[in-house]
C-alpha cells in the first residue's frame, strides 16, 4: 500500500501558475504509474496527467503544452506544474499510483484548484 498527499492547490487568476505536489508514504522508485485526475463539479474524474517508470508521460489533449508532469523518487514526490490557467481547470485535483499499471489506483485526498477569469 502507499498513501498519497497532495498540496500546493489554491486560488489563482486566468494566466497564472501552480505547482501541485504529491508525497508518497514509502518509496516511488518501483511504482510503476503515477499521476493526476481532476473532477469539476457536476463532471466525471477525467486523467490530467500521468508518467511511468522511465519518464514517459502522457496528457489530456486539454493540457498539453500548459501542464507538466515530472517524478522526484529521491523525494518519494511527483509534481504538477500548470501554466496559463484557465477557468475550465477549476476541479478538485487527485493524485493517484498505481503500482503494477494494473488499474487498481491508490488515490490521495485531493486539493481544490480555483482559477478565476
Known amino acids: 500500500q502507499v498513501q498519497l498527499v497532495e498540496s500546493g492547490g489554491g486560488l489563482v487568476q486566468a494566466g497564472g501558475s501552480l505547482r501541485l505536489s504529491c508525497a508518497a508514504s514509502?518509496?516511488?522508485?518501483?511504482?510503476?504509474?503515477m499521476g493526476w485526475f481532476r473532477q469539476a463539479p457536476g463532471k466525471q474524474r477525467e486523467l490530467v496527467a500521468g508518467?511511468?517508470?522511465?519518464?514517459?508521460?502522457q496528457y489530456a489533449d486539454s493540457v498539453k503544452g500548459r501542464f507538466a508532469i515530472s517524478r522526484e523518487n529521491a523525494k518519494n514526490t511527483v509534481y504538477l506544474q500548470m501554466n496559463s490557467l484557465k477557468p475550465e481547470d477549476t476541479a478538485v485535483y487527485y493524485c493517484?499510483?498505481?503500482?503494477?499499471?494494473?488499474?487498481?489506483?491508490?488515490w490521495g485526498q485531493g486539493t481544490q484548484v480555483s482559477v478565476s477569469s
Open positions: 508518467i511511468i517508470i522511465g519518464g514517459i508521460t
Open positions: 514509502r518509496s516511488i522508485f518501483r511504482i510503476n504509474d
Open positions: 493517484y499510483a498505481d503500482p503494477g499499471r494494473s488499474g487498481r489506483r491508490y
